[in-house]
């Protein structure tokens, strides 16, 4: 079983408020991922990480930003909210054994901004 | 870029059925992974299956089998003996590693009902 934590499950916010959705594995993973779903619809990527100190920007321009102070640690944020950011946010890692390991999915966040 | 295209918004198969998934991909690397999920009504993504560029056999894990044609750049999944709690979403994604780049990429996703 993956150990990748992602919390709050789901949060329903106000616009304009400023939040922080947490990622955490404790499996030792360089790699971590950030996805934005909509329901039923594919996963882009919005910021990736290779390790601490690294953050990219993915496929998928976000208002969101990350940080990777630590291996196990990374966090998004919204500097302020707004209705357009409603979606799921779902994070993943993978070990560094180039293309051939899987990434492990937390159980996303699904955040509802009104 | 490296682009995924699953051509298939949904599909059905009856229950014991095989049913096939299709899945091509474009990137100009000749290093990539390949892989299969699974995204119930819950949400989690769940791993199913993979399969790398330079492997010569197709991968199989239990039900699920990659059929893996790399000239064409196909990778479709085959659920052999369809069960009704196959019925998901499933995303074919791929993974380059290529000097500092290292993205995995996913589909658009197929909708799978298994009927009874």
């Known amino acids: 079983e993956a150990d990748i934590y992602q919390t709050p499950r789901y949060l329903v916010i106000g616009t304009g408020k400023k939040i922080t959705l947490e990622c955490s594995q404790t499996?030792?993973?360089?790699?971590m991922y950030w996805y934005q779903q909509d329901p039923g619809m594919e996963l882009h990527l919005i910021h990736y990480?290779?390790?601490?100190?690294?953050?990219e920007k993915g496929d998928l321009s976000s208002e969101s930003t990350v940080s990777r102070i630590r291996t196990e640690h990374f966090p998004l944020t919204l500097e302020s909210a707004r209705p357009s950011h409603t979606s799921q946010y779902l994070c993943?890692?993978?070990?560094?054994?180039?293309?051939?390991?899987?990434?492990?999915f937390g159980q996303g966040t699904r955040l509802t901004v009104v | 870029a490296q682009k995924i295209t699953q051509t298939q918004p949904g599909m059905f198969v009856q229950e014991k059925e095989a049913v096939t998934l299709d899945c091509t991909y474009d990137?100009?690397?000749?290093?990539?992974?390949l892989f299969w999920y699974k995204q119930p009504s819950s949400g989690e993504m769940i791993f199913l299956i993979y399969q790398g560029s330079y492997d010569q056999q197709n991968a199989t894990e239990g039900r699920y089998s990659l059929n893996f044609q790399k000239a064409r750049k196909s990778a479709n999944l085959v659920i052999s003996a369809s069960q009704l709690g196959d019925s998901a979403m499933y995303f074919c994604?791929?993974?380059?590693?290529?000097?500092?780049?290292?993205?995995?990429?996913f589909g658009t996703g197929t909708r799978l009902q298994v009927f009874p």
């Open positions: 994604a791929m993974r380059e590693h290529h000097y500092n780049t290292d993205k995995l990429i």
């Open positions: 990137t100009s690397d000749p290093s990539y992974g």
């Open positions: 499996m030792g993973h360089d790699k």
């Open positions: 993943a890692s993978s070990d560094d054994l180039g293309g051939s390991t899987e990434a492990f």
């Open positions: 990480s290779y390790g601490v100190n690294s953050t």
